[in-house]
């Protein structure tokens, strides 16, 4: 059984730092791009970030670029989401999400292209 768990969320004044992991088990990623998406309370699920199997390769979304920054360590088969300045406005449940076609990175950015997502973490920032 493939299991995604996110960790490491909580609640954090702005300004402040938080880093998030997402550790998998029951298959490799190692071949595979990762993603983090989130969903703010009333708003619709929103992809937050990508990155490719080597790690070589980062997508964000603008309004996160320089603030955010994603990584994975494939011999843990974990991928991590370190933010910093967060602002009230990150205040979300964030997932993790793997793909099962390998060395694919089209459409990043499509929540449909993931078959493996975490349960989530909530993430709330204060003002």
């Known amino acids: 059984q493939v299991q995604l768990v996110e960790s490491g969320g909580g609640l954090v004044q702005a300004g402040g730092s938080m880093r998030l992991s997402c550790a998998a088990s029951g298959r490799t990623f190692s071949n595979s791009v990762m993603a983090w998406f989130r969903r703010a309370p009333g708003k619709e699920q929103e992809f937050i970030a990508a990155?490719?199997?080597?790690?070589?390769?980062?997508f964000y979304l603008d309004s996160v670029k320089g603030r955010f920054t994603i990584s994975r360590d494939n011999a843990k088969n974990t991928v991590y989401l370190q933010m910093n300045s967060l602002k009230p406005e990150d205040t979300a449940v964030y997932y993790c999400?793997?793909?099962?076609?390998?060395?694919?990175?089209?459409?990043?950015?499509?929540?449909?292209?993931?078959?493996?997502w975490g349960q989530g973490t909530q993430v709330t920032v204060s003002s």
């Open positions: 999400a793997g793909r099962e076609i390998e060395y694919d990175i089209s459409r990043y950015e499509w929540a449909s292209r993931y078959a493996y």
């Open positions: 990155i490719s199997w080597t790690g070589h390769t980062t």
